[in-house]
């Protein structure tokens, strides 16, 4: 859907744009309660990001404000800038940095006409020619209600980080009393509002309630954040025309809550706003880390995704699974859209024609086929029998209707690009023309993966670094009596590695000659207190990118 610019984002216009500020007035005071944060780093500076929470409860009042980048703290600002924290986008305040020194730290701050001042954040510049590494977080699926921000703590804590890849589920549109509420209660950590978030209203307080948590602050003070959204910034098992959440009957048209997701999303993150003419959903965008690496950050979710397999066969039973056989396998089904596809190869092999070693695609869901374990094959009846007594019985039996799935031949996840196999082929040749063998980063499955990617004649194309979530529950969560990660690893080809337990971010490093990627696993997320450990670590040669060698 394209949406007239000026209808929303006529008022979330740049801070340079706006009036100088004035004097101080009793309206204008306010607090800087959710923070700093910066986006979207180019050569020359980044998008930098607060909101101001006004003094007086209810005031619609303008905020005047200043902004200031410098060298180190304590330093004189180099740039400066006005601008104002309007009711119309909530209060939050983007900003953007254009004068800087290409890969160069920075620190930042804004200040109120009256003299409060925003904590400080740092963002590092990309870099121009000569860039000897890039390091960066991955990162993905931060369920609220479902434990502590460990991993954002440990992000903050990192000595050297370049920026930090989202790959998105930044939020949960579920109520308290829904997905991870139970625990959310245990740990007394809920979110605003209570119920399910469908209108403006109710997405602008879910996100601050998100950015009110001090770990995550933290990490978007650290370092610039290269976001994406995927399905719970909007509903679950979101598409083009709707979502699995999504009942219009009850909750309205589709379009109307899209819309207001994604100007609740524009308002909160630190992303740099659509281009005039563009619809909301095209926030596929690239970065240029020097002469080292291209990353291209898609869309997979709202600009071109068709209804997924999984929402033709919501009433079971084998005429479903034939169903969902039958959509999955048309070839015009499409995850990126051509427009989008056309791009990503048009990066892809300007990035390859510059010499650059690396080619990254910053992509929401899983790419690797991943087929479902059949329990009965892997084990034999009696011990797959005896297995499935363990659980309790609701979970037995949706893992039981699954492996019948699996045995009509469904892979094991049709809301990943297993669910568009003609779309993914696609994919892949456009890999081909464009001369790349990228690194595949992924998100969504609240799972650790390692996977060597394989177009339909089997030829290597390229490889899959998969993050787990910060937070976010996986399917192996609810069945730990089962070795998830590894059944789906002994199934797959293309599985190199499985974690479906772990919770934390990827490290990613890459030199000249090899890119290393190290998972990164909190010891806990239902205490503050924690330790950290790398669980896998795997490697890519800049000289055979279509093989990955665990370290």
């Known amino acids: 859907m394209k949406l007239a610019r000026r209808s929303v984002l006529g008022l979330l216009g740049s801070g340079a744009a706006l009036p100088a500020i004035g004097h101080a007035s009793p309206a204008s005071t306010g607090s800087f309660e959710y923070g700093v944060a910066s986006g979207d780093p180019t050569c020359r500076g980044a998008i930098l990001w607060t909101r101001v929470t006004p003094a007086e409860n209810g005031s619609d009042a303008a905020i005047a404000l200043r902004w200031h980048v410098a060298v180190a703290p304590g330093a004189r600002p180099i740039e400066s800038g006005s601008a104002e924290a309007r009711a119309a986008r909530d209060f939050t305040v983007k900003v953007e940095a254009t004068t800087l020194e290409p890969g160069s730290d920075y620190v930042y701050w804004f200040e109120l006409a009256d003299g409060t001042r925003s904590p400080e954040g740092r963002f590092r510049t990309l870099p121009e020619a000569g860039t000897n590494d890039v390091v960066v977080a991955v990162a993905t699926c931060q369920l609220f209600q479902n434990g502590f921000y460990n991993a954002y703590d440990h992000i903050a804590k990192r000595e050297r ?53 001090p770990m995550l602050q933290a990490a978007h003070a650290r370092a610039a ?92 039973g084998a005429q479903a699974v034939r169903k969902m056989l039958e959509v999955r396998a048309r070839p015009e089904r499409e995850l990126l859209g051509k427009p989008q596809s056309e791009w990503l190869e048009t990066v892809l092999a300007a990035s390859v024609a510059q010499g650059k070693p690396w080619q990254v695609i910053g992509n929401q869901v899983v790419m690797a086929r991943v087929n479902g374990p059949d329990l009965e094959k892997l084990f034999g009846a009696e011990k797959a029998a005896a297995m499935l007594a363990q659980l309790p019985e609701g ?71 998969g993050t787990t979530g910060i937070t976010s529950p996986s399917p192996g969560d609810s069945i730990p009596q089962l070795a998830l990660g590894e059944l789906l690893a002994g199934v797959s080809p293309e599985v190199l590695f499985c974690d479906q337990k772990s919770k934390g971010y990827i490290l990613l490093e ?34 055979d990118k279509a093989v990955l060698q665990r370290t």
């Open 161 to 213: 980080l370049d920026a930090v890849i989202h790959l998105g589920d930044y939020i949960y549109e579920y109520a308290n009393d829904g997905y991870g509420g139970a625990t959310g209660k245990r740990l007394g950590r809920l979110v605003e509002p209570d119920g399910e978030i469908v209108t403006l209203a109710d997405y602008r307080a879910r996100h601050a309630s998100y950015r009110a948590d």
């Open 225 to 316: 954040f290269i976001c994406v959204w995927d399905d719970h910034e909007t509903a679950n098992n979101s598409w083009l025309g709707g979502a699995q959440n999504h009942q219009p009957e009850t909750e309205g048209a589709w379009k109307v809550r899209k819309a207001a997701a994604l100007q609740a999303y524009f308002e909160w993150l630190p992303i740099r706003d659509p281009e005039a003419g563009k619809p909301w959903e095209s926030i596929n965008r690239s970065f240029e880390f020097g002469d080292l690496m291209t990353l291209a950050m898609v869309e997979t979710r709202l600009l071109a995704r068709d209804k997924g397999a999984d929402l033709f066969g919501e009433t079971g």
């Open 395 to 465: 979970v037995r039996q949706q893992v039981e209707r699954s492996v019948l799935a699996y045995r009509a031949g469904l892979p094991f996840n049709l809301d990943s690009w297993d669910g568009y196999p003609a779309a993914r082929e696609r994919l892949y040749a456009a890999f081909g023309r464009a001369g790349a063998t990228p690194i595949v980063l992924a998100g969504d499955s609240h799972a650790f993966w390692a996977n060597q990617l394989a177009d339909d004649s089997g030829k290597a194309v390229a490889v899959e670094l």
């Open 510 to 543: 890459l030199t000249k000659e090899r890119a290393v990627a190290d998972y990164v696993a909190m010891s806990t997320i239902e205490q503050r207190e924690y330790e950290a450990k790398t669980v896998a670590r795997f490697a890519v040669r800049a000289g």
